[in-house]
């Protein structure tokens, strides 16, 4: 059985204002989603990108969405979709948040009568100064890392310095985290929230318990040594 106490724990001790978002990522399996609610993850990700492992039909979309709690976001992540697929989709299934993780513009993100979040690969300081400004009316920024051919999910960092001081507390850090060094990238970053799906997997698409616990444990160590500095 889970030691889950850490969370009561830590979430007593710190302020709700000072509490990063998690987001667990990926969910292909109701019993990921449950442990999900379980843990108090602020979000989970469903992924409508066919070519990705951690897709999933619209059907089983549907009853993962109705698996999370009242308290955890549900959100759709399409990459280049056609408007047609998406509503399809929002039709069907219970969507909170829609994310987008391809090269979709402001005005199409924006075409869908729901709060989204646009995803940002990063290259250089330059080139990211100027999608942040583009894509400010999202609901919140999503930085990943850059890898050409590859829309999201390379399970690799990049350089966070790269981020500019003052989009730090308003952004979701995503990019290679896991339960090894998510500590770092809270107090480092102290980020709005933390997005991870690859860092938390058994094999591909199948959530580890034990790492989602630790991952979920190391951030709300770093919220509460951020309280006591």
Known sequence: ML?????RRDLIKTRLSMRTRIKLCGMTRPADVEMADHLGADAIG????????RAVSIEMAAELADLAGAFCTRVALFVNPDQDEVR?????????????HGDESPEFCQGFNKPWIKALR????????ADLERY???????????????????GETFN??????????????????????????????RPL?????????????????DKMTEFVRQVRLADAQRETA
Not at 197 to 209: F, M, R, T, V, W
Request: overall charge negative; glycine content about 10%; hydrophobic content about 40%.
């Open 160 to 189: 966070w310095q790269l981020i500019p001081e003052r989009w730090r507390s308003s952004i979701v850090l995503a990019g290679g985290l896991g339960p090894a060094n998510v500590f770092e990238a809270v107090s480092t970053l």
């Open 122 to 129: 990063v290259r250089d300081s330059a080139s990211l100064e």
């Open 136 to 154: 400010r009316d999202a609901q919140t920024l999503l930085l990943d890392a850059y890898k050409p051919g590859q829309p999201g999910g390379t």
């Open 193 to 209: 929230g933390v997005d991870v799906s690859g860092g938390i997997e058994a094999a591909k698409g199948e959530k580890s318990p």
């Open 88 to 100: 399809r989709v929002l039709e069907r299934v219970s969507i909170d948040v829609i994310q987008f």
């Open 46 to 53: 469903i992924n409508f990108y066919p070519p990705s492992p």
């Open 3 to 7: 030691d889950l106490s850490f969370l």
